[in-house]
């Protein structure tokens, strides 16, 4: 069976930490690049991080770049979004995503040939 499982959310205090992780069971993830989007209530979609497939290129939406960090470990065939100094504004489910490309071209809303079940991240004092 083919799924993207995420694991690791959950609820923190404002400068707090948490570890997201996306897990592939039934197909590898080394060939394509993957994203982790966040959707707050009320609000749309939002890209945050990405990460080709090989880990060698990163890039990061303005509102998480210096305190959120993306990597992956093909041989486990999971990826990673490392949350640090988190803010109220974080709060959101966070998907993942397999691109169908290897290398990250933005963040679109198609394209993409998984998602994970989304986690829900909350920060709050």
């Known amino acids: 069976q083919l799924q993207l499982v995420q694991s690791g959310g959950g609820s923190v205090q404002p400068g707090g930490s948490l570890r997201l992780s996306c897990a592939a069971s039934?197909?590898?993830?080394?060939?394509?690049?993957i994203s982790w989007f966040r959707q707050a209530p009320g609000k749309e979609r939002e890209g945050v991080s990405c990460?080709?497939?090989?880990?060698?290129?990163?890039n990061y939406a303005d509102s998480v770049k210096g305190r959120f960090t993306i990597s992956r470990d093909n041989a486990k065939n999971t990826v990673y979004l490392q949350m640090n100094s988190l803010k109220p504004e974080d709060t959101a489910v966070y998907y993942c995503?397999?691109?169908?490309?290897?290398?990250?071209?933005?963040?679109?809303?198609?394209?993409?040939?998984?998602w994970g079940q989304g986690t829900q991240v909350t920060v709050s004092s």
């Open positions: 995503a397999v691109d169908s490309r290897y290398y990250c071209s933005g963040y679109r809303n198609s394209g993409y040939n998984y």
């Open positions: 039934g197909f590898t993830l080394n060939y394509y690049a």
């Open positions: 990460i080709n497939s090989s880990g060698g290129s990163t």
